[in-house]
């Protein structure tokens, strides 16, 4: 396998924004006049991080202050999406479900190693067919190929790109490597957080100083998931032996024997730390090449991370610290110092940005835009989400405000079994009382009202999704 250069070729950059020929452009020779496209089409950057809790961040009241400082200020300026979760706590069909705007069982991804379906339209197909220049940057994992260069048809409509199937599988936290849009191999040197951000800018020098068109990027890093093949979570330098006597622990995690959460939490939040740093990098750029103004950015995360509490991994449990994530907006739009507390799920995700670039949602996408309720317009809002999970069970959970509900399917296979038409109630709790999830009252007589009440909710959210009407059998 050939390498190319620590640099973007100009042939590379060409392809990035369409244009004959261009050299990158350095932060000072971004223009002053900077075009506020014509039609008020925004610009669209997606910081994507993998397998982040929501209460790592400032914003959500969670980790000690500093850890995240720069989307701390973001969220100060923007909006924050207090109640936001992933439908699918694992990372390809979540990835789908954003891509898409669909469930998992929709789109057809909905576990790791399939490839998501050449018929399905992407996030890229709807902006570019709005006129917008789409790049994406980092782990994909919607292809079937794992350690190979992924093939122009699995790449969801992307015309710029510079990404890998599985990073966490091709790349170590110090050895950053990715593909280009010929399929070539790209290093760079230093922390692959960094590295990759270091792509990011030269996309937007790039794009600032040549193109006309809007641009929809997606910047999807694998931090802070664990290193697979190392098995651990890895900080850069230093950042762990500082984080280590942080006095915070969360109240999930309080108390839990099993787990590698002791070991591994300093770790992890110094990728979190590491992911701040660099998106304040990228807000920065925007704001020396004049796009902050016009630019939406949107940062999220595909799942959380229970460090092996809730089952023998990460993540694939109904629990909020699986599914819980941080999702926060600023620019056009969301410049509100607002922060949503509605429930709010992957599919409207897609469908929001559909609508800050004024493109018309389908029908058949399931989510609805929050920007009504970032204006503060009266709206009606589903009162609860829905969550599909698979690998380690097939299951299913939705959940309130008030409570949560889930069910399996003891005699399917998590990894070969898409869905179920028969589970048993698994897990019942009251997040009132119990926010940390720690008080299983599944099978509770004295709770068999409320669990009647949310099996009910949850059958009519998997018919909605296409599933077959389930029978659900009472644990007693």
Not at 405 to 426: I, M, T
Request: net charge neutral.
């Amino acid at each position: 396998m050939s390498f190319t250069d620590a640099r973007l070729t100009r042939r590379e950059i060409t392809e990035m924004v369409g244009a004959a020929a261009m050299t990158l452009a350095s932060p000072g020779a971004a223009r002053s006049d900077q075009p506020q496209y014509s039609d008020g089409r925004p610009n669209v950057l997606v910081f994507f991080t993998d397998q982040q809790r929501w209460d790592t961040c400032g914003c959500y009241h969670g980790a000690a202050p500093g850890l995240t400082q720069n989307l701390d200020r973001m969220a100060h300026r923007g909006t924050v999406v207090t109640n936001s979760f992933s439908c699918q706590p694992v990372c390809a069909p979540a990835r789908g479900c954003f891509q898409t705007g669909l469930y998992a069982t929709q789109h057809g991804v909905w576990r790791n190693g399939i490839a998501l379906p050449s018929n399905k339209k992407t996030l890229a197909h709807y902006f570019k067919e709005a006129g917008y220049s789409t790049g994406y940057i980092g782990k994909w994992h919607l292809g079937d190929v794992t350690d190979k260069p992924v093939p122009r048809e699995q790449r969801g409509g992307y015309e710029y790109w510079l990404a890998g199937d599985a990073i966490e599988i091709t790349s170590h936290p110090y050895v950053f490597s990715l593909f280009d849009g010929e399929g070539r191999e790209v290093r760079r040197p230093g922390y692959r957080v960094d590295a990759q951000t270091d792509c990011v800018l030269e996309y937007l020098n790039a794009h600032a100083a040549n193109s006309a068109e809007p641009f929809f990027l997606f910047a999807s890093y694998l931090e802070p998931h664990h290193q697979n093949d190392l098995n651990r979570f890895v900080a850069p330098d230093g950042y762990a032996d500082q984080l280590s006597a942080l006095d915070w622990i969360p109240p999930d995690l309080e108390g839990a024997d099993r787990g590698d959460w002791k070991t591994a939490l300093p770790d992890y939040l110094g990728m979190v730390k590491r992911l701040d740093e660099n998106l304040g990098r990228i807000l920065q750029q925007l704001k020396r090449l004049h796009l902050d103004t016009n630019t939406i950015v949107m940062f999220a995360s595909d799942h959380g991370c229970h460090f092996r509490t809730r089952n023998s991994e990460y993540k694939r449990s109904c629990h909020d610290d699986s599914i819980h994530v941080p999702t926060v907006f600023q620019g056009p739009g969301f410049d509100r110092h607002r922060r949503i507390n509605q429930l709010v799920s992957i599919p409207d995700w897609t469908a929001t940005l559909l609508d800050v670039a004024g493109i018309a949602k389908p029908d058949v996408l399931p989510g609805r835009s929050i920007l009504p309720l970032v204006r503060g317009e009266k709206t009606e809002w589903p009162q609860e989400v829905f969550v599909q999970i698979s690998e380690s069970e097939v299951a299913r959970a939705v959940r309130t405000d008030r409570w949560k509900y889930c069910v399996h399917a003891p005699g399917k296979k998590g990894y070969g079994d898409s869905q179920s038409d028969s589970y048993v109630e698994q897990f019942l709790y009251d997040l009132k009382s119990d926010p940390a999830e720690k008080h299983n009252l599944a099978g509770k007589a004295a709770y068999r009202a409320i669990a009647d009440e949310m099996k009910l909710r949850l059958i009519r959210r998997m018919i909605a999704a296409g599933e077959v009407p389930p029978v659900i059998t009472n644990l007693t």
